[in-house]
């Protein structure tokens, strides 16, 4: 036996599942299985370009903070 992932793209294809489930051809193990969303995906675009600069810019002035207490 071998255990593969589909994406379904619509309910007839579900539907097809369930046929060929029905005669044992197959077995839908888990239904409505998320894959799980990257969170770089997740939260693009939520910064304005001006918000998202400043805080560039505030990180980098902690790094540079950061690094000098260490010397």
């Known amino acids: 036996?071998?255990?593969?992932?589909?994406?379904?793209?619509?309910?007839?294809?579900?539907k097809l599942l369930e046929e060929l489930e029905a005669l044992n051809l197959l077995k839908v193990?888990?239904?409505?299985?998320?894959?799980?969303?990257k969170l770089s995906d997740k939260y693009a675009g939520k910064l304005?370009?001006?918000v998202a600069q400043?805080?560039?810019?505030y990180?980098?002035?902690?790094r540079e903070t950061w690094g000098k207490s260490d010397i």
């Open 1 to 14: 036996m071998e255990t593969v992932t589909i994406q379904i793209n619509n309910q007839r294809a579900y």
């Open 29 to 37: 193990i888990q239904k409505n299985v998320k894959t799980p969303q």
């Open 48 to 50: 304005s370009a001006e």
């Open 54 to 57: 400043e805080l560039q810019a």
């Open 59 to 62: 990180v980098a002035k902690g």
